[in-house]
C-alpha cells in the first residue's frame, strides 16, 4: 500500500498471495537450469524482485507474490514478458516458445578484429524494442538542471506523471528486451523475438589495468541498426531473420 493511499484511510486489507509457474524455452528446446526473476518497481511501492532456477524440463514457479505487474526476466536482465499477478490465483506462463530467431556476425576493422574475444569484450549487446519517449522522461532537461533541486523535482513529478499515464503504462508493456550472447568468432543467435520494431546496439570494449587495483574499461567500438520483425505468420514461424554481417565503427579517439 501506498503511503497516499493510507493517508486516505487508516484501514489496511489483508489479500492472499498470488503465485506464478511457467516453463522457459529456447524456440522448442526447454532451457534448463537458467535464472529467471520477478521484478517490479514502481514510483509509490517498494522494489519486489524474486528470482528462482528452472527444472530438468525449463520450469519454474514463484510463490507468495503481492498482486500486480511484473517483468519476466532472465539472469542477465533480458526482459521476455509482463506477468499478471492476481491475489489468490495461479498465472501459467510459458515463455520464449514463439517468435523468430534472429542471427548475425559483429565485426570490426582489422585492427580491432585480430584477435578480439568477442565473446568476452562484448560488453553491452541488447536487442530492444525502439520506444518511442517524449523528451524530458528519461534524463531531466537543461532548464530543470539550471534550476536546482526545484528543476530536479519537477523533473520527477513530470516523469511519474508520465509512466502512470495510459500513454506510459502502454509503452511500458510494450518494452522487450533480449540479450545476444556471442560466440568468439562473433557470430550471434537470439532465440524467441516477438514481432516488432527493435534497436540492436553493440559495444566492444577493452580493459586496461590501471595500478594494482583499479580496472579501466573504454568503448573501442560500436554498432546500432534497427530490425523490424514481421508478424508471427505460421509460414514463418520457423524462419530464421539473418542480419549477416554488422559492422563495429571504431572509436576514432582509440
Not at 511457467?22 to 532451457?31: E, H, I, M, T, V
Not at 515463455?95 to 542471427?103: A, E, F, P, S
Amino acid at each position: 500500500m501506498s503511503l497516499a493511499a493510507l493517508q486516505l484511510s487508516p484501514e489496511i486489507q489483508l489479500r492472499p498471495w498470488g503465485h506464478v509457474e511457467g516453463q522457459l524455452f529456447s524456440g522448442k528446446k526447454p532451457l534448463v537450469g537458467e535464472t529467471v526473476a520477478l521484478w517490479r518497481n514502481d514510483y509509490e511501492l517498494s522494489l519486489v524482485s524474486v528470482s528462482t532456477e528452472t527444472g530438468p524440463d525449463g520450469s519454474f514457479a514463484f510463490h507468495e507474490l503481492p498482486a500486480g505487474e511484473y517483468k519476466l526476466r532472465t539472469e542477465i536482465e533480458a526482459t521476455l514478458d509482463w506477468v499478471q499477478v492476481e491475489a489468490g490465483k495461479t498465472t501459467h506462463i510459458n515463455v520464449g516458445q514463439d517468435g523468430r530467431t534472429i542471427c548475425g556476425h559483429a565485426k570490426a576493422d582489422r585492427r580491432l578484429n585480430d584477435g578480439a574475444d568477442w565473446n568476452w569484450q562484448i560488453q553491452r549487446c541488447y536487442l530492444k524494442t525502439d520506444s518511442q519517449i517524449p523528451a524530458g522522461i528519461e534524463e531531466p532537461t537543461e532548464q530543470d538542471r539550471n534550476d536546482g533541486d526545484e528543476g530536479i523535482q519537477r523533473f520527477r513529478e513530470r516523469r511519474k506523471a508520465f509512466w502512470d499515464s495510459p500513454e506510459g503504462k502502454a509503452i511500458e508493456r510494450s518494452k522487450r528486451s533480449y540479450a545476444v550472447k556471442f560466440e568468439y568468432d562473433g557470430s550471434f543467435r537470439i532465440e524467441g523475438v516477438v514481432p516488432g520494431p527493435y534497436s540492436l546496439e553493440l559495444q566492444l570494449k577493452e580493459r586496461y589495468r590501471e595500478g594494482p587495483n583499479l580496472t579501466h574499461v573504454d568503448t573501442i567500438a560500436e554498432a546500432r541498426r534497427i530490425v523490424v520483425v514481421p508478424g508471427e505468420e505460421e509460414s514463418l514461424q520457423h524462419e530464421v531473420i539473418d542480419l549477416e554481417d554488422i559492422e563495429l565503427w571504431a572509436d576514432e579517439e582509440n
